[in-house]
């Protein structure tokens, strides 16, 4: 018995052993699907952008604020409907914070395509941010027509996917600047090694690498700068 019981405890350690060389391989085989899946988010994004500028001739601001100007809802809540949550946007109260106990229901809710596949935050946080400042895509509470990015929509970051450090409550009117961008480095711990993924004005999704020179990050962050941006 004692001989069996040897060769038994040796199989589950062997067992254990080729499991644990296995993950890092398998989940280097899933991360080009799991970057797929994050670009096809970002797109729908961008889809959903552009369907609200069409029916109200501008694109939604970062945030809604109440009479007082403090934040009420972000522009990820505004733009539900074109994401095919009509009925989720419906049970949300709009003249209350997005944090108000009569929003927690839709508060908690899991939204995947707010969610990068790759990355293991909580189901109801996003790693999918604006850029947002005065000079930016999103100027803070202010709405954008297509006419003012003079630098071109195709050369204009809309939204960002950040490292889970910096990931938000989906409804949080809380985003990316110009700061946050500028922070990400080589070395920084990305949801895809050595890129960040962005959405620009135009709908097209890029992987860029985090070697990219600050001076052209601010050309592609800035809507009318008439900076050159070149090859990203």
């Known amino acids: 018995m004692k001989k069996v019981f040897l060769w038994a405890g040796g199989s589950i350690l062997m067992g254990a052993l080729l499991v644990a060389l296995l993950l ?21 994004i961008g889809i959903a952008l552009h369907n609200y500028h069409d029916e109200y001739g501008m694109f939604p601001p970062a945030y809604t604020v109440d009479a007082e100007g403090n934040k ?14 009509v009925a989720l946007y419906n049970t949300i109260d709009l ?8 929003n927690n229901v839709v508060r908690q809710t899991s939204l995947p395509v707010y969610h990068c596949p790759s990355s293991s935050g909580l189901p109801n946080h996003t790693n999918y941010l604006a850029i947002v400042g005065d000079d930016l895509a999103f100027p803070h509470a202010k709405s954008r027509t297509k006419q003012e990015f003079t630098d071109g929509l195709g050369e204009t970051i809309f939204v960002v996917d950040v490292p889970e450090q910096n990931m938000v409550e989906w409804m949080s009117p809380n985003d990316a600047d110009e700061q946050m961008y500028q922070s990400f480095q080589p070395e920084s711990k990305m949801s895809h090694a050595g890129v960040v993924q962005i959405l620009l004005g135009d709908g097209a999704v890029r992987a860029v690498t985090l070697t990219l020179p600050s001076e052209k990050r601010r050309a592609l962050m800035t809507v009318g700068g008439n900076e050159e941006v070149g090859e990203f």
């Not at 890092?24 to 729908?44: I, V």
């Not at 003249?95 to 009569?102: C, H, L, N, R, S």
Request: charged residues 30%; positive net charge; aromatic residues 6%.
């Open 24 to 44: 890092p391989s398998a989940r280097r085989s899933r991360e080009p699907s799991r970057r797929s899946n994050c670009k096809n988010n970002l797109k729908q």
């Open 72 to 85: 009420l809802h972000s522009w990820r809540t505004l733009i539900l409907p074109y994401m095919e949550q």
């Open 95 to 102: 003249t209350k914070p997005w944090d108000d106990p009569a």
